[in-house]
């Protein structure tokens, strides 16, 4: 269990990596001054035990068990554990004694069409050592395509971009970040998302930064839509300068 290796001077902060399917976790961090010709001794380093659980299962609205769901974990501490849920919909995760948030991961089908069920909002639970704790989930399926295109204020559409657009709950209460799916933007700007059949969403769309397009804002779809359009606004102004120094300008430098 012992380690030792060659560094140059200088101040380090030292970490240690440890596989979470080995039932530890790593120490916080700690700064490592190492001087010229001089040795720093960490001393023992106490591997922290996992010794918590959390588990539960993952079924669909109508009570179908959810297999290859990936589900995780993170604590206060920005520590995260993740897993799959088995064939019967059941996981479970060796973790830290404390305050964790859980919450899942819908997979995507191998045949690129959009995600059949809606992601849901994280769970907060808190466990001691050498207790268990359940954190099961309702995942809700969807039941309609909106077909949708991102398209400028003039209606045309906007292509070339290879993007993704997302839906999330309408309503105020829900939050910002209520996201439930998302679906791939083709290079001709066209979409299929997946909703459930009742309930208003916003439609936006996450654009690269090096896009030449800003969205102008996200679309309400309400349950009789089929069809929705985002609008993006084209970067058509220029900022442009030179830079100088001493009078003289600077030019052939990053």
Do not use: C
């Not at 902060?13 to 440890?18: D, I, Q, R």
């Not at 404390?98 to 994280?122: C, I, K």
């Amino acid at each position: 269990g012992s380690f030792s290796f060659t560094l140059e001077p200088g101040r380090y902060e030292l970490k240690v990596f440890v596989g979470s399917s080995l039932g530890y976790a790593a120490p916080k961090p700690r700064v490592a001054t190492v001087t010229a010709g001089g040795t720093y001794d960490a001393g023992d380093i106490a591997l922290l035990q996992m010794s918590a659980t959390i588990t539960g299962t993952l079924l669909d609205d109508e009570g179908n068990a959810l297999s290859g769901f990936y589900v995780y974990a993170v604590n206060p501490d920005g520590d995260m554990i993740a897993t799959l849920t088995g064939a019967n919909g059941v996981y479970r995760m060796s973790v830290l004694p404390g305050n964790w948030e859980v919450a899942y991961e819908t997979p995507l089908p191998f045949n690129g069409r959009p995600s059949p069920y809606l992601g849901g909002s994280p769970k907060s639970t808190s466990v001691s050592g050498g207790q268990s704790t359940q954190v099961s989930f309702i995942v809700e399926k969807t039941t309609r395509t909106v077909e949708g295109t991102l398209v400028t204020a003039d209606d045309k559409l906007v292509t070339g971009l290879r993007t993704w657009v997302y839906a999330r709950r309408a309503s105020e209460s829900a939050g910002a970040y209520s996201f439930v799916t998302e679906a791939y933007v083709d290079g001709l700007g066209r979409f299929e998302i997946m909703l459930p059949k009742v309930g208003e969403f916003r439609v936006g769309t996450w654009l690269p930064d090096t896009a030449d397009y800003s969205m102008v804002s996200e679309t309400i779809v309400g349950p009789s839509d089929t069809k929705a359009a985002v609008v993006l606004r084209p970067h058509d102004a220029l900022v442009s300068g030179v830079f100088t120094l001493d009078g003289q300008l600077i030019s052939g430098r990053d």
